[in-house]
């Protein structure tokens, strides 16, 4: 029993030190693993629920106090400390993959305007025009582009 209080505390202390600093401390490679792991074998044992719910509240603390310092590493884009666990050096990767990765520009259709309209609502609620018999305009949401159509306010041109 007095080595669980001194690993409960260690956990307490292991949060306070990270509220303390602007930096990512040096976890080990397995530590949420290890923590959560303790946490399953003192429910096995019939532990303290309190004190059971006390590990994971401040774990789950812990884990969001570091994944706020990951999103700041990333807006200043700045490297990770050599000494993450896994499950955070994970999340920094995907992040930092989700960011890079391009997004292509939006699929838009091409409509000739069929007659002189003011502005139109369509079903989605959006405000189109006012636009005159002839003009090619761009939309980009299909559906207002079948509205369009649909309704002989336009054609789709090429």
């Known amino acids: 029993m007095i080595e669980e209080e001194v690993y409960t505390e260690a956990l307490f202390a292991k949060l306070d030190e990270e509220r303390k600093t602007g930096t990512l401390l040096p976890l080990g ?3 949420y693993e290890e923590i959560e792991k303790e946490i399953k074998e003192q429910e096995k044992e019939g532990g303290r629920k309190a004190e059971t719910q006390n590990k994971k509240t401040t774990l789950n ?3 969001s106090k570091r994944t ?3 999103l700041v590493y990333l807006a200043y884009n ?3 400390p050599s000494q993450v666990p896994a499950e955070e050096e994970a999340l920094y990767y995907q992040i930092l993959k989700t960011i890079n990765k391009e997004v292509p520009p939006p699929k ?3 409509i000739k305007i ?3 309209i003011p502005e139109i609502i369509t079903t989605k609620g959006n405000k189109l025009g006012p636009y005159q018999e002839g ?3 761009q939309v980009e949401d299909p559906d207002d582009a079948e509205f369009m ?3 002989k306010i336009g054609e789709v041109a090429n």
């Open 29 to 31: 490679k397995d530590f």
């Open 61 to 63: 603390k812990l884990r």
């Open 68 to 70: 706020q310092k990951i």
């Open 78 to 80: 700045k490297p990770l």
């Open 108 to 110: 838009t259709t091409k």
């Open 114 to 116: 069929l007659i002189k």
């Open 135 to 137: 003009e090619v305009i």
């Open 149 to 151: 159509v649909n309704n």
